[in-house]
């Protein structure tokens, strides 16, 4: 098959707009966190048993990124794969588990309790103080005491009765 070379730009440009975009997505993926926690202290002995268990000193364990279902990938794994990538082809598929690794790195989990308004909000005391729930439940779903609960309570009773 012969290449015309308008077709031979065409391949270029598409590959450049790829590695453009791995860029980005790498760039994003190191903004990630990628270690449990940073070890407060400035001394350089390993911080993995003071805080998230063992690690390594130096920042991430690159053991993950060769586990091929695990979605958690490095920066620098997506990082060592462009650098021996010549295909578009394989370019598109690096792109493809760099923004799926992305979406994986900036899953949350979902709030614990939704329906009601929590401390903080303008219409918490209101909610407190007209619920039918027990205190000790408005206190376990809120992360606030029982006596805190009992409290809002009174407080709201003696307004709406003044």
């Not at 440009?13 to 860029?23: G, I, S, Y």
């Not at 792109?95 to 614990?112: I, S, V």
Request: hydrophobic fraction near 35%.
């Amino acid at each position: 098959m012969i290449v015309t070379q308008g077709q031979h730009d065409a391949r270029e440009e598409v590959t450049t707009l790829l590695r453009r975009e791995l860029r980005q997505a790498i760039a994003e993926l190191e903004l990630c966190s990628h270690v449990s926690a940073v070890n407060p202290s400035p001394s350089g002995r390993d911080a993995g048993t003071d805080i998230g268990g063992n690690r390594p000193s130096g920042g991430v364990d690159g053991r993950d990124d060769r586990v091929h279902d695990h979605k958690l990938k490095s920066a620098e794994h997506f990082k060592r794969r462009v650098a021996k990538a010549r295909a578009e082809q394989t370019l598109r598929a690096i792109l493809k588990e760099a923004r799926e690794a992305l979406e994986a790195w900036r899953r949350q989990p979902p709030p614990k309790d939704v329906g009601h308004p929590m401390p903080g909000d303008h219409d918490w005391k209101r909610w407190v103080g007209e619920s039918q729930l027990p205190a000790r439940e408005i206190a376990r779903k809120c992360s606030v005491s029982r006596a805190y609960v009992e409290k809002v309570r009174r407080q709201y009773a003696d307004r709406m009765a003044a």
